[in-house]
């Protein structure tokens, strides 16, 4: 989870960015090659939330480890510091916070 500045004109960028064909190839081509196979970001208000399906090789901390030393990734993630606020319960070097799942309909007798 993470929220955008409560701005109409930065939440519209933001969406613009996000459109398909907007982030940079080389940021979708990290996402891909970080077994990163279905990733999408829904929007309520200035509230974001991400939902990702991973595979067997994704790890959080070796991407997190290559997308600092890539200069395209770096760039996209100082674009998105403008329009991003992060959550006020959130550690400082903490952008996206992880929900916790608490509800499935499909464990309900």
């Given at each position: ?51 990702m ?8 901390a ?24 992060r ?12 929900a ?10």
């Amino acid at each position: 989870m993470l929220d955008l500045h409560d701005e109409a004109e930065a939440i519209r960028a933001y969406r613009m960015w996000h459109r398909p064909g907007g982030p940079p190839a080389a940021v979708t081509r990290s996402i891909r090659e970080s077994d990163i196979r279905a990733l999408e970001i829904w929007q309520v208000g200035d509230r974001l939330c991400m939902i990702m399906e991973t595979g067997p090789a994704f790890s959080a901390a070796a991407k997190a480890q290559r997308d600092a030393t890539d200069p395209d990734v770096r760039a996209w993630e100082t674009l998105m510091d403008q329009f991003q606020r992060r959550l006020p319960f959130a550690p400082a070097e903490v952008k996206w916070v992880p929900a916790e799942r608490i509800y499935s309909l499909a464990e309900q007798p």
